[in-house]
């Protein structure tokens, strides 16, 4: 598909830059995309994905990293080649000497190649660590704080057709393509440096930046593609089409794909909800978008305003209920089959526990794999507070009750839910992390009082957006909205001092 990407690509940058009649694609070949053609600071892309109260977010993030991405899509989706031009800024405090990212493909079951390394146009040598899931660019006479360095790299994937690893975040299977984390992603780099390791096989992978992201994505025509972000242009010529989006500010870039996706969606004033599943889930769809509007309404009065003007509602075949990504949420095929009383349940509690990820993990950053309980605690709390406020006293004491069965998986024992997710075993995990994390801001609640409670959260979303959370902060705003000392609740929850 190469020279048709190139020729497909011109067609738009033509069309986009002047009035004229556009060629042909055979007549215009494109080039590679020139880095130095690229205005990084430029943001009006990004502001259609932007309700009006997110949009100065756009100059606050002068600093976020700003990721410019080609995906070529094979016709079997079982694997692809890239391009990739990234700006990294150094808004740390100490000269960087390297850059790491993370090729996660060589730990979820496929492959990634990197080739054509550049940094700043000099072409550049990189080592591997992690079992190739970690690629470290050496930065030759440092990068200083304030200072921005252009990194370019041409990748290949190969995509797994098995949901072994995971849970399947990125496999082709059951003729959908989920295409999670397929990209070199730059690590973060915190109070301990570049934060990089293997992540457990229970939890998330992902400890990311708030970045921008524009894509264009070449893909066969018949396939329906969902992704982060919005829509900026497409295209079609011969049995192709050129997808492009731009996302932004995101934690992550995400793609699904299938030729048996149909179509729901449905406007709730600055924002769209659409729903992606197979033919003969109709109402399953429906059930989700009315769900997730629910959802968005309910946390955007609680805690912010939900930033995105589109949330998608993808179903894979992924083995987890649910996988959460900026602006995107995948829900697992089977469950969109609401013949039955449980299997509804089952939809309604994993649409708004992955809607409420929206706040927290892509709105307020944390370390997923060393303090899980930041997001999946916090968000199955969240989802408490729905099911408080969409049907009463009655469905808190039930989704409390659902809580405390979890829980009860380890017998009730106190261990401490700030663990890591490695420190966990299987059962422990979900037993803690979902079950007496989530009874934590329960008991929480109960020390501050509610209205200092629900005070500190909402100003915990608005001191944070689009930056990263740490248990410290937490407790320290929490203090601040009750003026009392949580010491005991957090050692004896948090941390079993």
């Not at 700006?87 to 000269?95: G, P």
């Not at 390791?197 to 992201?213: K, M, R, V």
């Not at 199955?380 to 979890?406: C, H, K, N, P």
């Not at 106190?414 to 663990?419: A, H, M």
Request: charged content about 20%; some cysteine.
């Amino acid at each position: 598909m190469k020279k048709i990407l190139a020729s497909i690509l011109s067609l738009g940058l033509i069309a986009i830059s002047c009035t004229f009649p556009s060629p042909t694609p055979e007549s215009t070949p494109l080039p590679d995309l020139d880095p130095s053609t690229i205005d990084w600071d430029d943001r009006s892309i990004y502001r259609a994905g932007l309700v009006p109260s997110a949009q100065p977010v756009l100059d606050a993030l002068a600093g976020a990293s700003v990721y410019h991405m080609d995906l070529d899509l094979a016709d079997d989706l079982l694997s692809l080649t890239g391009t990739l031009n990234v700006r990294y800024t150094n808004t740390e405090n100490v000269l960087l000497n390297e850059i790491q990212f993370r090729l996660f493909p060589n730990i979820l079951g496929g492959t990634m190649q990197i080739s054509n390394l550049r940094v700043d146009e000099s072409p550049a040598d990189a080592r591997y660590d992690l079992n190739n899931s970690l690629m470290i660019v050496p930065l030759v006479g440092g990068l200083q704080p304030g200072e921005n360095i252009i990194v370019h790299m041409d990748f290949s994937v190969e995509i797994p057709d098995s949901l072994d690893l995971n849970y399947g975040v990125l496999a082709y299977a059951e003729g959908v393509l989920a295409l999670a984390h397929a990209y070199p992603m730059i690590s973060v780099y915190d109070d301990e440096g570049w934060n990089a390791e293997i992540p457990s096989q229970d939890g998330d992978l992902i400890y990311a930046d708030s970045s921008f992201y524009r894509v264009r994505v070449l893909a066969p025509k018949g396939l329906t593609l969902v992704t982060s972000g919005v829509e900026i242009d497409r295209l079609e010529a011969g049995q192709d089409q050129v997808l492009t989006v731009a996302a932004g500010p995101t934690r992550d870039f995400y793609l699904a794909a299938s030729s048996v996706y149909q179509e729901l969606s449905q406007d709730f004033g600055d924002y769209t909800i659409r729903s992606y599943a197979p033919s003969g889930f109709e109402h399953g769809s429906q059930t989700a978008v009315e769900i997730a509007a629910r959802a968005v309404e309910i946390f955007s009065t609680r805690y912010a305003q939900f930033p995105y003007t589109e949330l998608d509602i993808v179903a894979t075949p992924t083995r987890a209920l649910g996988i959460e990504y900026p602006g995107i949420v995948a829900i697992t095929s089977w469950t969109y089959d609401i013949s039955d009383e449980i299997t509804r349940n089952y939809l309604e509690s994993t649409v708004v526990h992955e809607v409420g990820h929206q706040w927290f993990y892509n709105l307020i950053g944390s370390d997923q794999l060393d303090d899980p309980w930041l997001d999946e605690a916090l968000t199955q709390f969240v989802t408490l507070q729905y099911y408080a406020d969409e049907y009463g006293a009655q469905g808190e004491e039930g989704f409390i009750a659902s809580l405390e069965s979890r829980w009860a998986r380890v017998e009730y024992s106190t261990i401490p839910i700030g663990l890591p997710v490695a420190r966990y075993s299987g059962v422990e995990y979900g037993a803690i992390v979902y079950g007496r994390g989530p009874l934590f801001f329960v008991e929480l609640r109960k020390s501050m009082g509610s209205e200092a409670f629900d005070a500190f959260l909402r100003e915990y979303t608005g001191t944070l957006a689009w930056e990263e959370a740490t248990p410290e902060i937490l407790q320290s705003l929490a203090e601040k909205n009750c003026s009392c000392d949580l010491d005991v609740v957090f050692n004896d929850w948090v941390y079993l001092k």
